[in-house]
């Protein structure tokens, strides 16, 4: 087979490479920046992108005009004169990569102070505010705007726990206001994890013992896609979440709900799943406006939840399969199964867990949850 031929073979499959290239969700990539961090970050790539592109230009054109003029000619039997050094030509090889690497050097370093949270700041500001965290406290709108708004962010195995200074608690999810620079102070409960919502900015890690931030911002609301970008253990892959921005008063009202303790469920089936929520040792590990254990995600808001352990999608079917056996679906979780579960008891804990829910199908339609 000639090289012809060969390469016609690989030509379909490097099509099909280049076509999966551009598959993925909307929110889950750096390329389409949906905030100013993430814009700087996309910016500074393209300008890197472009020095390197001309760097490769330069180099392949000196190449092919040294190659053509000074290959060897008919009759050319003699070596060509020999040289050594040449002032001009080391001065501008060493100049210029200089002024290059200086073009990339000035925004990097620029940058390192514009993406960078002042830790000093953050800590006088929670003492200022030490006590603010009363459940019963409403959103003060004026802060969001005027002060950095802290949510701590701590990473498990394989799940996500992020708490507000108002004193609650969510899993998996994390709601902030959308046009507002909001800070998330990260650690981690186990092992190393690492906190990236790709639309929105980069990478920071969640180590254990050591406390690092991050800013974001959301130009619009909406729902954007994070992960884990630090291998965690088996299921490190399965370890998503979602940052759901919404409207200023939007986030209020939500941030108000979150607060209130939990109405009484309205239908009969919820009402038993609730008895039997706390029967079977559900609230052993999961909380509930505040009462219960936090070894797991907090289920103020499953109802709201698109997704079970951040990557079932939240249906009845896998919501059943997962209370069964939870290590068959998510490798290494720390959940017990529950085999012995009766149906009837299973339909009603999952009855009370779908009326778990702080927005309203307005504010749901709005950002596409």
Request: aromatic content about 10%; some cysteine; glycine content about 8%.
């Amino acid at each position: 087979m000639n090289a012809k031929k060969r390469f016609l073979r690989v030509v379909p499959l490097m099509a099909f490479m280049l076509l999966l290239a551009g598959c993925g969700e909307q929110g889950l990539t750096a390329l389409d920046p949906m905030g100013p961090q993430s814009q700087w970050i996309f910016d500074n790539m393209l300008l890197s992108l472009y020095v390197m592109a001309l760097v490769t230009v330069v180099v392949f054109v000196i190449f092919f005009i040294v190659v053509m003029k000074f290959r060897q000619k008919d009759g050319d039997n003699d070596y060509p004169e020999q040289t050594h050094g040449n002032t001009k030509l080391e001065v501008a090889w060493t100049v210029i990569p200089i002024f290059l690497l200086a073009i990339l050097a000035v925004p990097t370093i620029t940058g390192q102070f514009y993406l960078s949270v002042d830790a000093e700041d953050i800590a006088e500001e929670e003492e200022e505010t030490e006590g603010a965290g009363d459940v019963d406290e409403e959103v003060d709108e004026e802060d969001l705007q005027d002060d950095a708004y802290v949510i701590e962010v701590t990473g498990h195995q394989f799940w996500w726990e992020f708490d507000y200074p108002e004193g609650f608690t969510t899993g998996n999810d994390v709601y902030i206001p959308a046009e507002e620079e909001v800070v998330f102070q990260l650690e981690a409960e186990d092992v190393m994890h690492s906190f990236w919502v790709p639309a929105l900015g980069g990478k920071v890690d969640n180590i254990p013992g050591v406390t690092n931030h991050v800013w974001l911002e959301a130009d619009d609301p909406g729902v954007y896609m994070g992960k884990c970008a630090e291998l965690c253990g088996p299921s490190h892959a399965l370890m998503d979440f979602k940052l759901i921005a919404l409207e200023e008063d939007d986030y209020a009202s939500w941030n108000e709900e979150m607060q209130q303790e939990e109405e009484e469920p309205e239908e009969t089936l919820a009402q038993e799943g609730r008895e039997q929520f706390e029967d079977q040792g559900c609230i052993a590990c999961h909380a509930v406006d505040g009462e219960g254990s936090a070894q797991g995600p907090t289920l103020t808001n499953f109802g709201d939840r698109t997704t079970i352990a951040g990557f079932l999608e939240n249906n009845e079917e896998n919501l059943r399969d997962w209370i069964r056996d939870p290590g068959a679906l998510k490798q290494g979780v720390n959940m017990p199964a529950s085999p012995g579960m009766e149906d009837d008891e299973l339909d009603a804990i999952i009855a009370y867990l779908d009326s778990l829910e702080r927005l309203d199908d307005e504010t749901k339609e709005d950002i596409d949850l």
